[in-house]
Each structure stands twice: as structure tokens, then as C-alpha cells.
């Protein structure tokens, strides 16, 4: 089977992307509005970059009408956010934040979640998430360049807030431990608890 991506409507691309390129981490991402309002929303076209300096990115879509979604707007407007790693315990507080409340209408207290003070971000963090990375907006990117559809947010690593009953006796972060859930296609997710070792060769 072969599919030409020029074919095919976005929503179609979508969903081929989506159920395919498995699994995908969760970066679950706090942020603050202009008028302080904090909100919290899951996105899971995410991954690491960099190490030097350490930068995440983000893709956050635009809305239907091409209005921006509030995580975006409070994060272009301040270049702060807080990017959370989703465990197992909290995927369905973590699903019950992707509702689409009003603007200025906190995900936090909606969903009762618990929040965390920052230490050199203003928006809060999910006090019960395994690993928070506090972060600023490092550049945000319009894309594609002729007609932006969604903007890639790179945010550089500031701070990491690390749960120590997810830590190996090195002190490492053990991914059994971790309990992570990751996106698959359409509502399925899944578990890191399916772990095999290969020593790269030299």
C-alpha cells in the first residue's frame, strides 16, 4: 500500500501520522494568561531537541477558525510554561483537561488538579506529575511559513522538578518507575512497561 500525501485532506494526513508515528510522549503544559489565569492542556506532537541548551518542543495546532488555542496565546504573551510528563495515575485527569473551557477558566480547578508553585516560571506546575520541566520561550515558529496552521514552540529547559520514587538506586529516573503513557491513534494510549535492552555497537 502507498498513500500520496498531496491526495489527502489534512484531517486524513492527521490521522495517518497520528496512528502511525507511536507512541508519542504527552507534554501536559501549564501556562499563565495576562490576567493570571492559569490553564493546563495536553499536547502530544512533543519531543526533545537539544541538550545544549536543553530545549523541548512543542507543536500546538491552531483552532478550526484559526484562532489561537489559550496555551498558546498566554505563552506567546509571557514566554513561560511549565511542560509536565504524563504517568499512568494521572491520564485521566490528564484527558479531562483536553476539554475546551472558556478562556481565563483554569483546567486546575476544573479537573482538580493539584498545583505546585514554580520556582523560576510564573505558572504553576501539576504538583503530582513524576517529572516538570520549567521552561521559557526560546522562539516560537509559524508553520508552514505561507500559511501557518500551527506554531512550534521551543522552549528552553530552566529547571527540573524530578518525583524521587521515580528514581533507580543510581538516582536515575527508572522507566518502569516512571509509568509514563504515551499517544497512539485516535482515543488508544499506552505504558512504558514494556522494556528490552540493546547495547549499541562500538
Known amino acids: 500500500m502507498q498513500i500520496d500525501f498531496s491526495k489527502l485532506e489534512p484531517l486524513e494526513r492527521y490521522r495517518w501520522l497520528a496512528s502511525t508515528v507511536t507512541p508519542r510522549p504527552i507534554a501536559w503544559v501549564s501556562s499563565l494568561s ?9 499536547f502530544s506532537f512533543f519531543q526533545v531537541i537539544n541538550d ?40 485521566e485527569q490528564m484527558n479531562a483537561s483536553s476539554a475546551q473551557f472558556a478562556h481565563g477558566i483554569s483546567e486546575f480547578e476544573q479537573c482538580g488538579i493539584a498545583s505546585a508553585p514554580s520556582v523560576q516560571v510564573k505558572p504553576p506546575r501539576v504538583a503530582a506529575a513524576p517529572v516538570a520541566f520549567e521552561c521559557r520561550l ?9 500559511a501557518p496552521n500551527c506554531h512550534l514552540l521551543f522552549a528552553e529547559v530552566l529547571r527540573v522538578h ?12 527508572d522507566p518502569l518507575k516512571l509509568d509514563l503513557v504515551g499517544r497512539l491513534g485516535g482515543a488508544s494510549y499506552t505504558r512504558t512497561r514494556d522494556v528490552f535492552d540493546m547495547v549499541r555497537p562500538s
Open 52 to 91: 545544549d541548551p536543553a530545549t523541548l518542543l512543542v507543536n500546538i495546532n491552531h483552532r478550526e477558525d484559526g484562532s489561537y488555542k489559550d496555551t498558546l496565546i498566554n505563552v506567546l504573551d509571557n514566554g513561560e510554561l511549565v511542560i509536565h510528563l504524563v504517568d499512568y495515575a494521572l491520564s
Open 138 to 146: 526560546a522562539q516560537a515558529m509559524p508553520y508552514p511559513p505561507q
Open 162 to 173: 524530578v518525583d524521587e520514587r521515580v528514581l533507580n538506586e543510581k538516582g536515575r529516573a
Open 34 to 42: 495576562k490576567e493570571g489565569a492559569s490553564n493546563l492542556a495536553p
